[in-house]
């Protein structure tokens, strides 16, 4: 399965972004599984933003109520909406499917939020 992100680049605080992830393989139906946003800022450990699989979106605490999830299936395509960005958000994003107990990672896309 290749995962692939785009989308990312500077933003100032309270501004909005909108990030894109792709995914697509043999044996990989796009709109059956569940995909997921990670984030990593410099010199943390990765960590979970949201889900998204069939019509159920799930959020990290520290991004409910400002970042929004969503997919069109039929472009194999997933969005993540970011508003309301503070300097904590600052981090390279990322895509990630799991198909037969395999994990699958985008390369990434750099957040930058900063005056």
């Known amino acids: 399965v290749q995962v692939a992100e785009s989308g990312g680049g500077l933003v100032q605080p309270g501004g909005s972004l909108r990030l894109s992830c792709t995914a697509s393989g043999s044996n990989f139906i796009f709109s059956l599984y569940v995909m997921h946003w990670y984030r990593q800022a410099e010199g943390k450990s990765r960590e979970w933003v949201g889900s998204?699989?069939?019509?159920?979106?799930t959020y990290a605490d520290s991004v409910k109520g400002r970042f929004t999830i969503s997919r069109d299936n039929t472009q194999k395509m997933m969005y993540l909406e970011m508003n309301n960005l503070n300097a904590e958000d600052t981090g390279v994003y990322y895509c990630?499917?799991?198909?037969?107990?395999?994990?699958?990672w985008g390369q990434g896309t750099q957040v930058t939020v900063s005056l």
């Open positions: 998204s699989v069939k019509d159920i979106t």
């Open positions: 990630k499917t799991v198909l037969s107990s395999r994990e699958f």
